[in-house]
C-alpha cells in the first residue's frame, strides 16, 4: 500500500520525494546542504552524476510502501525508465538546517 507523498513524516524527505516525482531539478537541488553525499548499493557516487542519470534524465519515481526512523527510512517501489520498476530502500541523513546532507539508496 503505498503512503502518499503529502503523509510522509519527516519535510526534507517528503520535499525530495515530491522534486523526484515532478521531475523538478531545481527544488531538488535546494534541498541539498552543500557538500551532500550519496550511496547507491553501497558504492559512493557523484551526487550530480547520479541524479541526473538515475532520477532526471530517466524519469524516475518513488512510491513509498513504508517508513521508519522519524520518516528518514524508506522502502519504495522505484521505477525510471532505464531499470523499470525495483524495490528499494532509502536512507537520509537531514541536517540542523533542514537539508539532506546525505542519502543512500539499494535493493530491498
Known amino acids: 500500500m503505498t ?4 503523509r510522509l513524516s519527516d519535510p526534507a524527505v517528503r520535499a525530495f ?3 523526484v516525482n515532478a521531475h523538478d ?6 534541498l541539498l546542504a552543500p557538500g ?3 550511496s547507491d548499493d553501497g558504492s559512493e557516487h557523484d551526487l550530480d552524476d547520479w541524479t541526473e542519470r538515475e532520477i532526471f534524465a530517466s ?8 517508513e521508519s526512523r522519524g ?3 524508506l522502502i519504495a517501489r522505484y521505477r525510471n525508465d532505464t531499470w523499470g520498476e525495483m524495490r528499494t530502500r532509502w536512507y ?5 538546517d533542514g537539508r539532506i546532507c546525505r542519502f543512500e539508496t539499494a535493493g530491498a
Open 3 to 6: 503512503i502518499q507523498v503529502a
Open 17 to 19: 520525494v515530491t522534486a
Open 25 to 30: 531539478r531545481e527544488a531538488f537541488r535546494a
Open 36 to 38: 551532500a553525499t550519496m
Open 59 to 66: 524519469r524516475g519515481h518513488i512510491h513509498v510502501d513504508k
Open 71 to 73: 520518516g528518514r527510512a
Open 92 to 96: 537520509f541523513t537531514v541536517g540542523d
